[in-house]
C-alpha cells in the first residue's frame, strides 16, 4: 500500500463484518485510506461495497471489527455525528426545500450563522457550477443537476471523509464522462477525502486514485489503477478489471528470464517474472487482448507465437475486437486498434493469423 | 396523449360529475329552495317559495324568515360554534393520537403492515350506532369503567362520564380516528427513507429529521385526515345524541330536531344551508392556500 505509509491513515477499517441473516455481506475486510486519497470501492453489485460504505457513514453497525475515521473510533457513533458526508445514489434531496435550502441544511444543523451559512452555500454552489439555480427545487431541475446539488450538499460541511454511493449511475453516458473528470478537479480543488462505491471499472479506473475490488464480501485486491489492471492477483480481477484470456497450463522450468509453462492451447509459453511457483504446478495465464499482436505472416521477434483461425470481428470504432479460434479450439480475444482510416490492413472472417506476444505481456496467476 | 375514443374518454370523465349533479347538486338546491320557504301544516309541510299562479304565471313567494329566524335566535349560534369547538377539539385529538399510530404501522415490519391496518379498519365492520351505543355501557355510573373503579377502590364515588361533553369528545375522536390515521399513513409509508438517512448524514438527529424533513413531507396526510375527521364531526349527531348531555349543544342535534320534532323543513333546511356554507368557506380557503404551496414547491 503506497500511500498508507506516508501519513497517518484517515479512514482504518479493521477485521470488519456485518452479516444480513445468515449472509455476510462484509466478510473480514481490513483496509486504510490516506489523507486525501481518491478511493474507490469496485466490484459487482451484491459484493459488499455499498454496505461497507454505509458502515463508513454510519447508517449500519458492524458485527465485528471497528472502523476507526481520523484515529477515533466510529464504530458506534451515530451518522450525524460523524465528521463524514455521503452523496446519495438516489441523491436523496429534499422536495420540500429550494436547493439552497438542500444545501445549507447541514450548516443549520451545526447552528452555524446565518451570513456564514449565506456565503458557504454560495461558493460551494459556484464551485459545482449551480449558482444561478439556487431558488428551484429539487424537481426543477435536470438529473446532472441534482446531482450537483447533492455533490455541494455533502461538501459544504467540509467532512474529513466524503462518500458518494454510486454517483453517476444515473447520468447518461457523456453526461457521466464528462462528470468523472470534473469529481476530480473538485476533489483536487477542495482536498476532502474521496471514497466512491462503483461496479464500472472504467469509472474507478478514470477518477480514483487507489482500487479496492470485493467480491462476495470479501477484499480481494487494493492497489492503484494500474496495478490492479496490469497486476491482478486473482482470475476474478483480471476478469472484472477489464477484458482478459486465460491460458491453463502446467509449470515446466524456472529460468533467469521466467517461467516456460507448458499450455494445450497455445504451445509452450514464456512468461517474465513470478519466481516462486515450483515446477509441475497447475497456473492460469492471463493475457490482455490488446497485449496480443496479430500478423499474417509469422512474427520475426516474438517470445510467445501461435497460429489461429479468425471466428468473429468487433468493428468499435477506436479499435477492433477480433475473436481467434486456436487449434485446441480454445478462443482468444485479440484487440487491435485502428489506427489507419483504409480497410486494406484489416483481417477478414476465416482468415488464417499468427498471434504473437512478449515474455511480459501475460501473468501467471497461482490459484 | 392521443385519445382514439373522444366519446369514452367524455362518458368516463363525465359520469363522476353526472353522480355529483345527480346526488349532490339536485338534493342541495332542493334543500336551499326549502330554506326560502315558508313553513305551513301539510304534507309537505312548507308552501313552495316557486309556484305558478293561475294562468301559469311564474310566482315567488320566497322568504327569508328562516334564516333571520336562525340570525335572532343566539341558540343556532352557539351550537354551530360548539360544534366547531367540538370538531377542532377532536381533529387534535385524533391527529395527536393518530400521528404516532400512522408512523408506527408505516415503519413496522412490511410483513406487519397490512394485519396492523386490518386493525385500525376492524371497528368498520360493526355498526357505527352499535359501536357508539357499546360506549354507553362502559361509561355509564353502573358501566364497565366505574365499577372497575370502584372494585379496585380507586375511587370510592362513580365518575360521572357519560352524558357529558368528556363522553361526546370521546365517542367523536374514538369514531374518527381511522380517518385521520388512513390517509396519514399512506403519506408517512411511501416516503423516501433515505431522505431521513441524508438528514442525520447531514448532522440531524432523529428528532430534529423529524421536525425538518418528515413532518413537512407529512402535512399533505395531515390536511387530507384533519378534513376527514373535522367535516363529518361538526354535523356529527348520533355521537351527541347518544353520548351528550341535555345541555350538549351540536347543530347536527339541532338541525334533527328542529326537522323531526319541529316538523319546521324551512328552519331545519336553513340551518343545513348555513351549515354548509360554514364548511365549505374554510374548506376553500385551505384547498386555496395548499394549492398555492404546492405551486411554489
Given at each position: 500500500?503506497?500511500?498508507?505509509?506516508?501519513?497517518?491513515?484517515?479512514?482504518?477499517?479493521v477485521?470488519?463484518?456485518?452479516?444480513?441473516?445468515?449472509?455476510?455481506?462484509?466478510?473480514?475486510?481490513?483496509?486504510?485510506?490516506?489523507?486525501?486519497?481518491?478511493?474507490?470501492?469496485?466490484?459487482?453489485?451484491?459484493?459488499?461495497?455499498?454496505?461497507l460504505?454505509?458502515?463508513?457513514?454510519?447508517?449500519e453497525?458492524?458485527d465485528?471489527?471497528?472502523?476507526?475515521?481520523?484515529?477515533?473510533?466510529?464504530?458506534?457513533?451515530p451518522?450525524?455525528?460523524?465528521?463524514?458526508?455521503?452523496?446519495?445514489?438516489?441523491?436523496?434531496?429534499?422536495?420540500?426545500?429550494?436547493?439552497?435550502?438542500?444545501?445549507?441544511?447541514?450548516?443549520?444543523?451545526?447552528?452555524?450563522?446565518?451570513?456564514?451559512?449565506?456565503?458557504?452555500?454560495?461558493?460551494v454552489?459556484?464551485?459545482?457550477?449551480?449558482?444561478?439555480?439556487?431558488?428551484r427545487?429539487?424537481?426543477?431541475?435536470?438529473?446532472?443537476?441534482?446531482?450537483?446539488?447533492?455533490?455541494?450538499?455533502?461538501?459544504?460541511?467540509?467532512?474529513?471523509?466524503?462518500?458518494?454511493?454510486?454517483?453517476?449511475?444515473?447520468?447518461?453516458?457523456?453526461?457521466?464522462?464528462?462528470?468523472?473528470?470534473?469529481?476530480?478537479?473538485?476533489?483536487?480543488?477542495?482536498?476532502?477525502?474521496?471514497v466512491?462505491?462503483?461496479h464500472?471499472?472504467?469509472?474507478?479506473?478514470?477518477?480514483?486514485?487507489?482500487?479496492?475490488?470485493?467480491?462476495?464480501?470479501?477484499?480481494?485486491?487494493?492497489?492503484?489503477?494500474?496495478?490492479?489492471?496490469?497486476?491482478?492477483n486473482?482470475?476474478f480481477?483480471?476478469?472484472?478489471?477489464?477484458?482478459?484470456?486465460?491460458?491453463?497450463?502446467?509449470?515446466?522450468?524456472?529460468?533467469?528470464?521466467?517461467?516456460?509453462?507448458?499450455?494445450?492451447?497455445?504451445?509452450?509459453?514464456?512468461?517474465?517474472?513470478?519466481?516462486?511457483?515450483?515446477?509441475?504446478a497447475?497456473?492460469?495465464?492471463?493475457?490482455?487482448?490488446?497485449?496480443?499482436?496479430?500478423?499474417?505472416?509469422?512474427?520475426?521477434?516474438?517470445?510467445?507465437?501461435?497460429?489461429?483461425?479468425?471466428?468473429?470481428?468487433?468493428?468499435?470504432?477506436?479499435?477492433?475486437?477480433?475473436?481467434?479460434?486456436?487449434?485446441?479450439?480454445?478462443?482468444?480475444?485479440?484487440?487491435?486498434?485502428?489506427a489507419?482510416?483504409?480497410?486494406?490492413?484489416?483481417?477478414?472472417?476465416?482468415?488464417?493469423?499468427?498471434?504473437?506476444?512478449?515474455s511480459?505481456?501475460?501473468?501467471?496467476?497461482?490459484? | 396523449?392521443n385519445?382514439?375514443?373522444?366519446?369514452?374518454?367524455?362518458?368516463?370523465?363525465?359520469?363522476?360529475?353526472?353522480?355529483?349533479?345527480?346526488f349532490?347538486l339536485?338534493?342541495?338546491?332542493?334543500?336551499?329552495t326549502?330554506?326560502?320557504?315558508?313553513?305551513?301544516?301539510?304534507?309537505?309541510?312548507?308552501?313552495?317559495p316557486?309556484?305558478?299562479?293561475k294562468?301559469?304565471?311564474?310566482?315567488?313567494?320566497?322568504?327569508?324568515?328562516?334564516?333571520?329566524?336562525?340570525?335572532?335566535?343566539?341558540?343556532?349560534?352557539?351550537?354551530?360554534?360548539?360544534?366547531?369547538?367540538?370538531?377542532?377539539?377532536?381533529m387534535?385529538?385524533?391527529?395527536?393520537?393518530?400521528?404516532?399510530m400512522?408512523?408506527a404501522?408505516?415503519?413496522?415490519?412490511?410483513?406487519?403492515?397490512?394485519?396492523?391496518?386490518?386493525?385500525?379498519?376492524?371497528?368498520?365492520?360493526?355498526?357505527?350506532?352499535?359501536?357508539?351505543?357499546?360506549w354507553?355501557?362502559?361509561?355509564?355510573?353502573?358501566?364497565?369503567?366505574n365499577?372497575?373503579?370502584?372494585?379496585?377502590?380507586?375511587?370510592?364515588?362513580?365518575?360521572?362520564?357519560?352524558n357529558?361533553?368528556?363522553?361526546?369528545?370521546?365517542?367523536?375522536?374514538?369514531s374518527?380516528?381511522?380517518?385521520?390515521?388512513?390517509?396519514l399513513?399512506?403519506?408517512?409509508?411511501?416516503?423516501?427513507l433515505?431522505?431521513?438517512?441524508a438528514?442525520?448524514?447531514?448532522g440531524?438527529?432523529?428528532?430534529?429529521?423529524?421536525?425538518?424533513v418528515?413532518?413537512?413531507?407529512?402535512?399533505?396526510?395531515?390536511?387530507?385526515?384533519?378534513a376527514?375527521?373535522?367535516?363529518?364531526?361538526?354535523?356529527?349527531?348520533?355521537?351527541?345524541?347518544?353520548?351528550?348531555?341535555?345541555?350538549?349543544?351540536?347543530?347536527?342535534?339541532?338541525?334533527?330536531?328542529?326537522?323531526?320534532?319541529?316538523?319546521?323543513?324551512?328552519?331545519?333546511?336553513?340551518?343545513?344551508?348555513a351549515?354548509?356554507?360554514?364548511?365549505?368557506?374554510?374548506?376553500?380557503?385551505?384547498?386555496?392556500?395548499?394549492r398555492?404551496?404546492?405551486?411554489?414547491?
Amino acid at each position: 500500500m503506497p500511500y498508507a505509509s506516508e501519513a497517518a491513515p484517515l479512514v482504518s477499517v479493521v477485521g470488519v463484518t456485518k452479516r444480513f441473516g445468515e449472509m455476510a455481506a462484509v466478510d473480514g475486510v481490513s483496509l486504510e485510506i490516506a489523507r486525501g486519497e481518491f478511493f474507490a470501492l469496485l466490484g459487482p453489485s451484491g459484493c459488499g461495497k455499498t454496505t461497507l460504505l454505509r458502515m463508513l457513514a454510519g447508517f449500519e453497525v458492524p458485527d465485528a471489527g471497528r472502523i476507526l475515521i481520523d484515529g477515533i473510533d466510529m464504530t458506534d457513533v451515530p451518522p450525524y455525528a460523524r465528521p463524514v458526508n455521503m452523496m446519495f445514489q438516489s441523491y436523496a434531496l429534499f422536495p420540500h426545500m429550494s436547493v439552497r435550502e438542500n444545501v445549507a441544511f447541514g450548516l443549520r444543523q451545526e447552528r452555524v450563522a446565518k451570513p456564514a451559512i449565506r456565503e458557504r452555500v454560495a461558493a460551494v454552489l459556484d464551485l459545482v457550477q449551480m449558482g444561478g439555480l439556487g431558488d428551484r427545487r429539487p424537481h426543477q431541475l435536470s438529473g446532472g443537476q441534482r446531482q450537483r446539488v447533492a455533490l455541494a450538499r455533502a461538501l459544504v460541511k467540509q467532512p474529513k471523509l466524503l462518500l458518494l454511493d454510486e454517483p453517476l449511475a444515473a447520468l447518461d453516458r457523456k453526461l457521466r464522462e464528462q462528470t468523472q473528470f470534473e469529481l476530480v478537479r473538485i476533489q483536487e480543488q477542495v482536498g476532502i477525502t474521496f471514497v466512491v462505491v462503483t461496479h464500472d471499472q472504467a469509472e474507478a479506473m478514470t477518477m480514483a486514485s487507489r482500487i479496492a475490488v470485493m467480491d462476495r464480501g470479501r477484499l480481494l485486491q487494493i492497489g492503484p489503477p494500474s496495478e490492479v489492471y496490469e497486476a491482478p492477483n486473482s482470475r476474478f480481477v483480471a476478469d472484472f478489471i477489464g477484458s482478459v484470456n486465460f491460458l491453463p497450463g502446467t509449470v515446466r522450468a524456472t529460468t533467469d528470464r521466467g517461467l516456460l509453462i507448458a499450455s494445450t492451447d497455445a504451445g509452450l509459453l514464456r512468461v517474465a517474472g513470478a519466481g516462486a511457483t515450483p515446477d509441475g504446478a497447475e497456473v492460469t495465464v492471463a493475457l490482455r487482448p490488446e497485449k496480443i499482436a496479430m500478423s499474417r505472416t509469422p512474427a520475426s521477434r516474438h517470445d510467445n507465437q501461435c497460429t489461429g483461425v479468425v471466428r468473429e470481428i468487433g468493428y468499435l470504432g477506436g479499435f477492433s475486437l477480433f475473436r481467434v479460434a486456436l487449434q485446441s479450439g480454445a478462443v482468444l480475444r485479440v484487440s487491435l486498434p485502428n489506427a489507419e482510416r483504409s480497410a486494406a490492413t484489416q483481417f477478414a472472417r476465416d482468415e488464417q493469423v499468427f498471434l504473437s506476444w512478449t515474455s511480459g505481456a501475460g501473468l501467471v496467476l497461482v490459484e | 396523449m392521443n385519445a382514439p375514443d373522444p366519446m369514452g374518454r367524455r362518458v368516463a370523465i363525465g359520469l363522476p360529475y353526472l353522480w355529483l349533479v345527480v346526488f349532490v347538486l339536485v338534493p342541495f338546491l332542493i334543500v336551499l329552495t326549502i330554506s326560502f320557504a315558508e313553513s305551513a301544516l301539510g304534507i309537505p309541510p312548507y308552501i313552495a317559495p316557486l309556484g305558478f299562479a293561475k294562468g301559469w304565471i311564474p310566482q315567488l313567494r320566497g322568504t327569508l324568515g328562516s334564516y333571520g329566524l336562525i340570525l335572532g335566535d343566539s341558540l343556532y349560534l352557539k351550537a354551530y360554534l360548539n360544534s366547531l369547538r367540538f370538531a377542532a377539539v377532536a381533529m387534535l385529538l385524533c391527529l395527536l393520537l393518530g400521528y404516532p399510530m400512522a408512523y408506527a404501522i408505516a415503519r413496522a415490519p412490511e410483513r406487519w403492515r397490512n394485519p396492523l391496518l386490518m386493525l385500525v379498519i376492524l371497528p368498520f365492520w360493526t355498526s357505527f350506532l352499535i359501536r357508539v351505543y357499546a360506549w354507553i355501557g362502559i361509561l355509564k355510573t353502573n358501566g364497565l369503567i366505574n365499577n372497575l373503579l370502584l372494585w379496585t377502590g380507586i375511587v370510592h364515588e362513580p365518575l360521572p362520564l357519560l352524558n357529558n361533553e368528556f363522553s361526546v369528545e370521546l365517542g367523536l375522536v374514538y369514531s374518527y380516528l381511522p380517518f385521520m390515521i388512513l390517509p396519514l399513513y399512506a403519506t408517512l409509508e411511501r416516503m423516501d427513507l433515505s431522505l431521513l438517512e441524508a438528514a442525520a448524514d447531514l448532522g440531524a438527529t432523529p428528532f430534529r429529521a423529524f421536525l425538518a424533513v418528515t413532518l413537512p413531507l407529512s402535512l399533505p396526510g395531515i390536511a387530507a385526515g384533519a378534513a376527514l375527521v373535522f367535516i363529518p364531526a361538526v354535523g356529527e349527531f348520533v355521537i351527541p345524541d347518544l353520548l351528550g348531555g341535555p345541555d350538549t349543544l351540536m347543530i347536527g342535534k339541532v338541525l334533527w330536531d328542529e326537522f323531526f320534532t319541529n316538523r319546521d323543513w324551512p328552519v331545519a333546511s336553513a340551518v343545513a344551508v348555513a351549515m354548509l356554507v360554514l364548511l365549505v368557506a374554510p374548506i376553500v380557503l385551505a384547498q386555496h392556500a395548499l394549492r398555492k404551496g404546492a405551486e411554489s414547491s
